[in-house]
């Protein structure tokens, strides 16, 4: 009887063990699946966005402007971030860790690293560009030549500044995998001295503390001209050109300020949990590190959204070229066979609100007098015809709007 009891306790334990197992290894699948569908999803997206952004400037001589440079810097950087970063992290999701090999772990955090070093330095290099053209409209505004060598000079210096240099040659500062967040990076032994202590220093106030404090310095001085231009209160010294510049370029500079704030707020507090995780200061949650890599990683396709919903030349642009999709053409002929309804729709509004207008004019003019109303008639006309032909000329400074 015992026997059997004995048995039968068994049989349940290993009942609930296998339901245990069963119901953790669901749970672990349909995690990893929430992970590298939306991961997929931003990867795909980039390729394709930034693809178009650099095949655009590449194929059209017009566009081969000094700020175009710079967005299809950061164009390549992020298509880089895609496929040599990403694909990686998303095998690692799958295998629950790395299987690549050392060597590749080390190739791994070395271009995670250059890749968010350039952003940063490209983002400040951006902020720079608005900052000439609209504070300090008399300097010298960068050209194409200038533009070449300030890109060159910030992968360069993310290049010094990202290289592994450190685990070569000393054997406190290994590269390890961090869990969590899907990709190898640099980790330091306890205490941190001399050269490790260095390179951390290093790294924040250039890639950190320098940019975050002249981007906030610009656009700062950039909102308060822009500011003081729309309440003409600008200064003497500028000329009437000068501040038709600055209007043009306003609407620039909100683009660009745009792509700056998101990518600031994606990249860093990823950037900053991975340090103090590397030099074991800190703990996080893995869903935690994983939100936050997830977020980093998404700014890479979020850069060309903001291009084609912030620029008219952009969008465009883009859309030419995503109407070669088949998904998308049909779309778009969706689009236009539902255009002419809103137009009708837009008219009936417009024709209401006419017939309002002219009641209300019809009985003030009852009561002022026919000499009044021609007068009255003659000044909408000449007030209307202005307003159009400002209307036309700030809708042409708008189309040569590059940001």
Request: aromatic share 12%.
């Amino acid at each position: 009887m015992d026997l059997f009891n004995t048995t039968e306790t068994n049989h349940s334990e290993e009942e609930t063990l296998f339901h245990a197992s069963t119901k953790a290894v669901t749970s672990s699948t349909v995690s990893k699946v929430f992970k590298i569908m939306p991961l997929t999803f931003v990867m795909l997206a980039s390729v394709a966005g930034n693809s178009i952004v650099i095949h655009a400037v590449y194929a059209d001589i017009r566009m081969r402007t000094a700020t175009n440079v710079l967005i299809v810097s950061q164009s390549v950087v992020d298509l880089g971030t895609s496929v040599l970063v990403i694909p990686f992290a998303l095998v690692s999701v799958g295998c629950d860790g790395w299987i690549f090999g050392v060597e590749f772990c080390a190739a791994n955090g070395f271009f995670n690293l250059y890749f968010t070093q350039i952003t940063v330095l490209q983002l400040v290099i951006i902020a720079f560009d608005r900052y000439l053209v609209i504070v300090k409209p008399s300097y010298r505004a960068i050209n194409l030549k200038d533009a070449i060598k300030l890109t060159s000079v910030a992968w360069i210096v993310s290049f010094l500044g990202s290289f592994p240099w450190l685990p070569l040659l000393t054997n406190h500062v290994r590269v390890e995998y961090f869990h969590g967040f899907y990709v190898c990076a640099k980790r330091y032994s306890h205490p941190v001295l001399g050269a490790q202590l260095f390179s951390v220093v290093f790294v924040i106030t250039v890639f950190a503390v320098l940019p975050l404090f002249f981007i906030f310095y610009s656009y700062y001085h950039i909102n308060r001209v822009i500011h003081l231009n729309k309440h003409r209160v600008s200064p003497v010294s500028l000329s009437n050109a000068q501040k038709m510049a600055i209007n043009v370029y306003a609407k620039s500079a909100s683009t660009s300020k745009t792509v700056i704030g998101t990518s600031l707020l994606q990249v860093f507090p990823a950037c900053f949990m991975m340090l103090l995780d590397g030099l074991q200061v800190g703990r996080f949650p893995d869903d935690v590190k994983t939100a936050a890599k997830w977020i980093m990683w998404c700014h890479c396709a979020v850069k060309p959204i903001i291009y084609a919903t912030k620029s008219r030349m952009w969008a465009k642009t883009i859309r030419k070229y995503l109407l070669l999709f088949p998904l998308v053409s049909a779309l778009s002929r969706m689009d236009l066979e539902m255009a002419p309804l809103s137009k009708v729709a837009d008219r009936v509004k417009n024709y209401r609100l006419s017939r309002r207008i002219h009641s209300v004019e019809g009985n003030e003019n009852d009561t002022t007098g026919t000499l009044q109303q021609t007068s009255q008639e003659r000044t909408k006309k000449s007030t209307w015809f202005n307003d159009m032909k400002n209307a036309w000329q700030v809708e042409e400074q708008n189309d040569f709007c590059e940001f």
